[in-house]
């Protein structure tokens, strides 16, 4: 593995930090807004960041600001994939506990190889068993965030109940899967920061028509409530987080690898729950934590070379 490549799974460690650290944001913006209202407006702040930064770095090198059509088209596709998935998930997270739905939604761990297996790409099985480790993890951290009774952990107390909502994280995991494979794709042809705005811009617009339509738009008092939520989920958790993870997925070109390191987002949100809210654990939750860990150092072993 080259230096760049390790570089670039840093950067998507650092993705995970940011997202770990802003589930308290998207929880809380629910309690003042809807989920595409929260989303959309999150989407807007993050454009207008990085729109910010790209006039910044075009004044400071003396150069014009240009956006090419590959990255308008590409970052329009980009911005509807993740318009289906944030959205999904919000609109989920309102009827879905926490650790049901970090569990539903990690199953693009699993997606994104299956996918790239579909369409011809062969897995080593490293990274095969790297990802089953890390499935297994999240299930211990799910177990251990979600009403278990008291005989204990099982799969059929996990899944009790099955609802809509469940349905709805589902279909966010497929199209975070589908997020994933599309920044590998376009990545590598595209300046990250512009990519990322203009996703994001797309995204907002999306979701501009849908939240005037099934949502009641917020007043001043509901966006004052929930400003701080809104700033943090737009400028850190969207604006430099997602454009993170394009600039680690261009670094290190191997979308499974990035769903196995971004998949520590629920392992950091356990830490930040330690340090920020003192929250305490179970067993479970650090046998979890290890486990995912130990999937992300599996996945990053060099290719053994044949003779």
């Known amino acids: ?37 929260f989303n959309g407006i999150r989407s807007f702040i ?9 006039l910044i770095r075009a004044a400071a090198t003396k150069k014009k600001l240009r956006i090419t059509k590959k990255e308008l088209i590409y970052g329009a596709i980009c911005g509807a994939i993740l318009f289906c998935a944030s959205t999904t998930q ?15 939604t990690a199953l693009y761990i699993v ?19 790297a990802v089953t480790l890390a499935m297994l993890g999240l299930i211990m951290l799910s177990a251990a965030e979600a009403d278990m009774p008291d005989s204990g952990f099982s799969l059929a107390a996990l ?29 590598v042809d595209t300046d990250s920061p512009t990519l990322s705005c203009i996703q994001f811009a797309v995204c907002g617009l999306i979701s501009l028509p849908i939240f005037s339509i099934f949502e009641n738009l917020p007043d001043a008092a509901a966006i004052a409530g929930g400003w701080v939520e809104l700033v ?23 979308p499974t690898v990035a769903a196995v390191l971004m998949s520590t987002e629920s392992v950091f949100a ?27 150092i599996l996945a990053q072993l060099p290719e053994r070379k044949t003779k």
Request: proline share 3%; net charge positive.
């Open 159 to 187: 899944f009790a109940g099955f609802s809509f909502g469940d349905v709805l994280v589902i279909i966010s995991a497929f199209c975070y899967s589908f997020h994933i494979i599309a920044v590998d794709r376009f990545a």
């Open 270 to 296: 356990v830490i930040f729950g330690m340090l920020i809210l003192r929250e305490s654990h179970s067993a479970l939750e650090y046998l979890g934590c290890a486990l995912v860990f130990a999937a992300v």
């Open 46 to 54: 993050g454009a207008a960041a990085l729109l910010t930064f790209l």
């Open 90 to 104: 919000q609109m989920g997270l309102a009827t879905v506990s926490a650790g049901r739905a970090g569990f539903l």
């Open 232 to 254: 943090y989920a737009g400028v850190m958790s969207s604006g430099v987080a997602y454009t993170l993870q394009i600039a680690g997925q261009k670094l290190s070109p191997n």
């Open 1 to 37: 593995m080259t230096k760049k490549n390790l570089f670039g799974n840093f950067l998507l460690l650092l993705t995970a930090i940011i997202w770990g650290s802003a589930f308290v944001a998207q929880r809380s913006g629910l309690d003042t807004m809807g989920p595409v209202t």
């Open 111 to 129: 997606l994104v190889p299956i996918i790239r297996a579909i369409g011809g790409k062969k897995l080593r099985p490293c990274v095969i068993f």
